[in-house]
Every structure is written in structure tokens, then in C-alpha cells.
């Protein structure tokens, strides 16, 4: 069962005496969203669903909770992010609260995209950073700014939300897990496009890094469609040649996409471009926050950019901007916390139904 706590039905503006719209069968599911975007990038947030809290509660880690959900609810993803009621861009979270998911944390969250889920996602956290505290999940948030702790799948991170006292604000920062440089100047062969030098590095999650001009492309003038082929390209390309390991749970070792850049990795005032490929061909709209982490983690392993020292990162895409910088060394290793600030806005509610005699009522996907 699916449920989700967000804002109520209104029967007088429905038209019918009594009547809450749009009408549903007796047996389908009502689920309530709140919807969000950071630098364009959607979340669609589900405050509550059932079946998460009851196998949180029941003492699930936040890892083992993302393995139940994608084995035994993922029609909720697939109705949520896919067709009719999402699209090929769309990208959401599960809000848990309690349990051993949440553990030590205001609340901790599952990642949604359209091919299953993720381990960390910083557009997400950043908007429901802001949705923590205007939704009441922090008990006593400060002035100016409050920490907003989560528990994401890759481990924990901490966002820092403006408040004004009424409401939250931006930009929201937040400090990363330890980021690190998993692989540099990697050779991969791409069919298609010949061998190509590769860096891949860690955000939460791993991508690969290389500039779009190894493949024949620019990061800002190419058609879109010609930036995702090529990059989808090197995402099978290093799959098959080259094996991940994460220090901490082989639940983390999957190379979540590509990110093509400008190439403009030695520390600038100016701003660098990059697109984000990810999943099945999803496409990034922002800058991509955990992207941003695992690209400053690499600069800084490569001596490009030193602590403290803040880049700006562009979308190629909308144009948006977030702003990174590493804070600090991480243990032994060449590891380091980064924040990651950006902007992240609400767009609205939605209700969303399924009637059970729906043949598409799980969605579909066109690609």
C-alpha cells in the first residue's frame, strides 16, 4: 500500500456535493507529492509511504531499505517517474523518518530516477533540505541557518538551509560524503569513438569524467542528443573495462553515468560546463550535486584546486549554477568533505491516483 501526507482534498472546489476529485477505485492508491526543482533539475518528493516506515521500523538499514523498496514496491517509482504522470527526465525521493533508516538524522531518503535508484543525489538534498524544515521534520530550527542531518544510502550528509524564522530560503549547501579519485587518466576503449582517456571519481556515487572534445563534441554547442549518445557510449565502455570497488559496501560499486565536460579542470574564476548522463540516458538538468562533489574530489587529487578554494559549475542544459569547494582532507586516504550550494525552489502539490482498471497504471517509458 502506498500513502503519502501532504495537503488535503478540498470537496467544495470539486464541483459536487461531497464528491473529492479525481475519482478513484475503492482498492487504488492515492499518493501525495510535493514537488520541487534545483538549478531545473525535478524532485518529486513523497513525504510518507507505508511500506518504506514499516520496514524501517522493523530495523532495516537505509542500504537494505533500498533493496526491499526496488524488489517489492517499485511500481511506486515506475508510476511516479515514468509516463503519464512523469517523463523521461523526471527524478524523486522517499522521505523516511524513524527507524534504523534515520538513524541520528532529521530524516533519511531514498533516490528515485527513471532506470531505479540511486545511492546519493545532491539536487535532492538540497531541496529537501528546504523541505525538512518547512515541512516541520526539524523541531527547533535556527536563525539564520539551520543543519538539516540525512541519511542518504552512500552515508550521511548535512545540509545547511536558510531561515528566516517562517520560512526556509537559499541558497542550502551541503557537506558531502568523503569524496575521492577512484581511477585518472584511465584509457577505455569506446566503439564508435576510439580510445579515450577517462577520470572517475567518487560523489556518493561514481562517474566518469572526460572532456566532449575527445569526442569530436562541445559541451555547450552540441546538439543534446549527440552529447548523450557518446556519453552513454563511455558509461557501457567503462562498465565493461574497468571493475569499481567502494571502501565501505559493494552496494555502492556502480558507475552511475558520464559526465562530458569543457575541460576546464585547473582552478578558474570562471565558470565550468558540464552535462550529466545518467542511468538509461537520463539527462541531468542541474550541474549535477554529486557530480560537482566527485569533479572537485578529482581536482584536488590531481593538485588543480586546493582546500577552500571555490569553483563555480554550469549546466549545459539550463544554464544553472552550483558552487563547490573542498572543505577537508578525509583520513588517511586522499579523501575529502565537499560542500556543494545551489538553489532549489517548490513548484507546487500533486495528488496523484491509480485506478486498478488502468492498463498504464504503472507508467511506461518511451525512450
Excluded at 44 to 73: F, K, M, N, Q, T
Excluded at 296 to 304: D, E, M, S, T, V
Amino acid at each position: 500500500a502506498m500513502a503519502a501526507r501532504g495537503g488535503g482534498d478540498s470537496d467544495s472546489d470539486s464541483g459536487g456535493a461531497g464528491r473529492a476529485l479525481p475519482p478513484h477505485s475503492p482498492s487504488g492508491v492515492v499518493l501525495q507529492t510535493v514537488e520541487m526543482h534545483t538549478g531545473g533539475e525535478p524532485l518529486r518528493i513523497i513525504p510518507r509511504l507505508e511500506a518504506a516506515e514499516r520496514a524501517a521500523a522493523a530495523g532495516l538499514s537505509l542500504l537494505s531499505l533500498r533493496r526491499e523498496v526496488a524488489a517489492r514496491h517499485d511500481h511506486v517509482r515506475r508510476a511516479l517517474m515514468h509516463e503519464p504522470r512523469g517523463h523521461a527526465g523526471m527524478y524523486g525521493a522517499v522521505v523516511v523518518r524513524g527507524g534504523a533508516a534515520a538513524e541520528g538524522a532529521h530524516l533519511a531518503a531514498l533516490f528515485l530516477h527513471c532506470a531505479g535508484y540511486s545511492a546519493m543525489c545532491g539536487h535532492a538534498v538540497m531541496a529537501l533540505g528546504r523541505f525538512a524544515l518547512d515541512y516541520g521534520l526539524v523541531a527547533a530550527p535556527t536563525c539564520p541557518e539551520t543543519a538539516v542531518r540525512l541519511r542518504c544510502p552512500c552515508g550521511p550528509v548535512t545540509a545547511f538551509v536558510p531561515w528566516d524564522g517562517r520560512r526556509s530560503g537559499n541558497p542550502v549547501r551541503f557537506h558531502s560524503v568523503p569524496a575521492f579519485a577512484a581511477a585518472t587518466d584511465l584509457a577505455i576503449d569506446v566503439p564508435g569513438h576510439g580510445k579515450v582517456v577517462v577520470d572517475i571519481g567518487y560523489g556518493g556515487t561514481f562517474y566518469a569524467f572526460l572532456s566532449a572534445e575527445q569526442l569530436g563534441l562541445d559541451v555547450r554547442s552540441s546538439k543534446t542528443r549527440d552529447l548523450v549518445s557518446a556519453a552513454s557510449a563511455v558509461t557501457e565502455a567503462v562498465k565493461k573495462q574497468f571493475k569499481l570497488h567502494h571502501p565501505e559496501s559493494e552496494d555502492l560499486a556502480f558507475l552511475y553515468g558520464t559526465i562530458l565536460t569543457d575541460g576546464k579542470d585547473a582552478f578558474s574564476e570562471e565558470p565550468t560546463t558540464n552535462i550529466c548522463v545518467f542511468a538509461d540516458e537520463q539527462v541531468d538538468r542541474s550541474p549535477t550535486g554529486s557530480g560537482v562533489t566527485a569533479r572537485i574530489a578529482l581536482q584536488y587529487h590531481k593538485g588543480l584546486i586546493q582546500l577552500d578554494q571555490s569553483r563555480t559549475f554550469q549546466s549545459s542544459t539550463t544554464g544553472s549554477l552550483f558552487t563547490g569547494k573542498a572543505e577537508a582532507k578525509f583520513g588517511n586516504y586522499n579523501a575529502v568533505i565537499v560542500e556543494v550550494s545551489g538553489e532549489a525552489f517548490y513548484t507546487g502539490t500533486a495528488t496523484f491516483t491509480v485506478e486498478e482498471e488502468d492498463p498504464l497504471k504503472h507508467g511506461f517509458f518511451l525512450k
